[in-house]
């Protein structure tokens, strides 16, 4: 299969003083459902950010299809994230000021063919709030939100950084089911950053994450089904 | 369509801040057209006029000197609301930096998010302006008004020439369109990521808070938690330093301006004891010699110090003669007669020009020089005017000694070859001259005020918004609204006191150097004034204006303990 991303030798330095990556490479996989695991602190949410373009590395490469993303100019990086990648985060980050629907197309790329979007709402079972405002909706439903707005676009890859860290149990095995399912459907890579080794279960693939070093990097074989997660 | 909506939404959001931002556009393009539709129509009238009266010459010296006015004004409110403009918007990034970030992380460029804050403040500043523009169209009658009277001047019109209105309306709007461009880099130079998380918010002023933090270690206990919440919005202390500012030096230019035209007039009239001043255009041949006149000589000049300072002048020749002109030095005491190759100087060739006692200057007749030194400064010298003895200026201008072309005098210069301005006339001048002053005097306290009192308004808002989360935890721990006032809102008090002695000085100077440079360009001379009362009466009108502010405040935090939830703010999203 060929490599979606690839990182070679990323560190990130904060302030000059704290050295959050210490040098890591490695390659994700087209249409793959990949975990990154690590405590916290460990410094996977920097990498996550550095391989999707939200933050750049102290030094490395991050490679995206054969395209160097660390030379990309500020229009270029924008010019990507608008029509290649989706994210979805820990705390939604939906517009408050914009309804669900216009939250979600709000994502969609006039360069890109978008998913048809009642199919995709319903897969997302988020038809019934559209005309909510977040402040108006569950943790659940606006992260189910969030994802739609995330891969309206139909990404190639699509990062999500703790995307079911502030949600119950019920809702966590729901998001985790969704973004396998628009794997599935849609041929979308995902990279899940987790702490929880449930979801990392469910992946094809779990790279650990330890003190800014990579600790280990295994090829899941046996996934099982999200639906089949024990929360524990 | 949907991200004007977010953008838009978010920043309506600070519905009185943009109204504020709004109310300063309108009053910066206001106060220029209301001085501006009373200048262009009567200066083009004024212009088209081949011969103008003594009350037109005088109106048009007076709508010279509004003209540079306006402009001043124009420029201090933009500087103003320039400040505040990029205060809205740093705070606004602040506050909205994950919003931002989640933009930016969709794929909106830089360029794009910055063209809609560019355009939000272009529309403000436009509907502001246009206010300004109707509203100062209407007050300009008042302007009018007072000139018709002053002047004694019928067929007055109100009109604005095309540049005018650029100037008033497109520049504020440009400039202000500028500060809203550069005011982005605030976040459009932040990684999205470090925008999403919040890491590394501090948006450069980590200096500063490093220092309040030392600063509030040396105060008692029971000061530190309200002066290191105050302190820890640099904003809000920076709008108090300028609202605290910017009310003293209009006020203290208000004050200077007035009282300035009561010392001007003093000037003109002490030891002038003639009753008619007669000038005549030919020169002409005393013959006789009188005691209740002098005859003088008086002729154009430039004089130029030694470091190269050039004044256009008139040179006055007199002979002396105190029962009529009693020339009297900065103490009062009487000048006994000019010695020769030596001058009296106005104060006004000293203040503004640096003219100093015993300087030798240059006298320049049509290109031939003459070196001369400056014996005195003559307190009640005439406007824009120094004294030579007439037997010295006679010999300069290559004339008998017995020549001259103006007498001052008791009685009534019967000659039909002489324009005379009697003592009544030269009064009512003077008070004419005077009425521009005063109208530039309540016109800078107005500014003083409204300004003063939107800046120290927005200081408070700023503050209250950003303890809506500290107001709500004191009220849960049990404090009544009375005691949060004191310990988030009655701080403001020492701190603006602290702020007006520490920028007494700096506002003096700036008011003084202000003053000096509309005397430059007006060619006006306005004595720089101050009193210690009025500066004490200053300080009483700040605390009456902080207390009228604080007002709405108190009642502000018993509606937040009623209105808002302490949970909204624990939420982390």
Known sequence: MSKILVSQSITKEFNKKEQILK????GIEEETFTVILGPSGSGKSTLLNILSGLLKPTSGKVVYRGKELTLFTESQLADWKRNEVGYVFQNYMLLNNLTAEENIKIGISPNSTPLPFDRLTRILGIESILDKFPSEMSGGEQQRTAIARAVIKNPSILFCDEATGSLDESNSKKVVELLHSLKNIFGISVLFITHNLQIAETADRIITIKDGLLFEDIINHNPISASNMIWG | MYL??????????????????????????FMYFFVQFSIDGNMKMLKSLSVLSENQLLYQKALNSNVILSKNFLIVLIGLTSFVFAMFFYRFYKSNGKQIGCLRAL??????????????????????GLFGFVFGYFASDILINANKQSYNLAGLIKNIDLSSIIIGLLAPIVIFCIVTFFSYGFVGRMEVGNLLSGVNNKYGFSGILKFVNSFVKILP??????????????????????????FTVMFIMGYSL??????????????????????????????????????????????????????EQQIIGIEQNDKILALQDRKGKLLNGIKKDKVYISPALNELYGFNIGDKIILTFSEKNYPVIIENIAINAKSKSIYISK?????????????????????????DEGITTTYEQK???????????????????????????????????????????????????????????????DIYRPIIGMTFLLTLMPSIMIAQSVQKTLSIQTGDYMPFQISYLFIFVIFILLNMLYSLVKITFSREIKSIIKRENITHYTNTN
């Open chain 1, 23 to 26: 040098g890591i490479s490695l």
């Open chain 2, 4 to 29: 004007f909506k977010q953008i838009t939404r978010e920043i309506v959001r600070n519905k009185i801040f943009v109204f504020l931002l709004f109310l300063l556009s309108a009053f910066t393009s």
């Open chain 2, 107 to 128: 794929g909106y460029k830089n360029r794009v998010l910055r063209s809609y804050f560019v355009s939000f403040t272009a529309i403000l500043s436009l509907v502001g």
């Open chain 2, 221 to 246: 206990v029971k000061d530190k938690f309200p002066y290191r919440i105050a302190f820890r919005k640099p904003i809000a202390v920076l709008l108090i330093i300028t609202a605290v500012m910017g």
């Open chain 2, 258 to 311: 007035n009282r300035s035209s009561q010392k001007v007039f003093l000037s003109q009239t002490v030891g002038h004891r003639y009753m008619f001043d007669t000038h005549f255009t030919e020169f002409k041949i005393k013959d006789e010699e009188k005691d209740n006149s002098i005859y003088y000589l008086i002729s154009d000049v430039v004089v130029k110090s030694q470091n190269g300072t050039e004044v």
């Open chain 2, 391 to 415: 037997e010295k200026l006679a010999e300069i201008l290559n004339l008998p000694a017995n020549v001259y072309n103006g007498i001052l005098s008791i009685e009534e210069v019967l000659s």
């Open chain 2, 427 to 489: 009064i009512a001048n003077l008070e004419r001259d005077s009425v521009s002053n005063r109208n530039s005097a309540v016109i800078n306290q107005i500014i003083g005020f409204i300004v003063g009192s939107i800046l120290l308004y927005l200081a408070l808002l700023i503050n209250f918004q950003e303890n809506k989360r500290d107001i709500l935890i004191l009220h849960l721990m049990g404090y009544k609204p009375k005691a949060i006032g004191t310990l988030l809102i």
